[in-house]
């Protein structure tokens, strides 16, 4: 009961925590000028835990996907573009954590809900002068290529680098 009263969402990034702003937006340390943009407070983790993203988060709370009845109103898209003040988005209540970002990192699963809240985030920003990026995606390490999929062997054929 008492961890039930104590967690909450963060009013910057949204992601579960037991003080707002948590722990992430507080750092002074992070760069400001990157944010990842995930679906779960579970997600932001499992980015977290590799210890190599530095940047801010913002933790839409599912992903877009119609037959779940989730749209964009019942995620936190609207205080995503609030952020980067797009057109029709409520105005930038400017708190002091806000930050100006050169890129957005979707940092989605690589399925349909994936894809389809990925394509709209991009509509829904484009214009704007931001780097838009999607983790790469293909052949984990170890897997054989006969047992691979054509959709994760052809996104390893178009990701593929030196």
């Known amino acids: 009961l008492a961890l039930a009263e104590q967690i909450k969402h963060c009013e910057v990034c949204h992601a579960w925590t037991d003080t707002s702003p948590c722990a992430i937006c507080r750092d002074p340390a992070r760069d400001a000028t990157v944010l990842c943009v995930v679906a779960t407070s579970q997600n932001l983790q499992a980015i977290e835990d590799t210890g190599i993203f530095h940047g801010r988060y ?12 989730r749209t964009p109103d019942t995620l936190n898209i609207t205080s995503l573009l609030t952020k980067f003040q797009v057109p029709n988005s409520p105005p930038k209540a400017d708190p ?13 699963d690589a399925d349909i809900p994936g894809d389809t809240t990925a394509l709209y985030l991009r509509k829904a920003l484009n214009g704007l002068p931001l780097r838009i990026t999607r983790l790469a995606r293909g052949l984990p390490t170890g897997a054989a290529l006969e047992y691979a999929d054509a959709y994760t062997l052809a996104d390893a054929l178009k990701n593929r680098r030196e």
Request: net charge negative; no cysteine; glycine share 8%.
């Open 58 to 69: 913002h933790v839409l709370g599912g992903l877009l996907d119609p037959i779940e009845n």
């Open 96 to 108: 002091p954590l806000e930050d100006k970002f050169q890129e957005v990192i979707l940092a989605f």
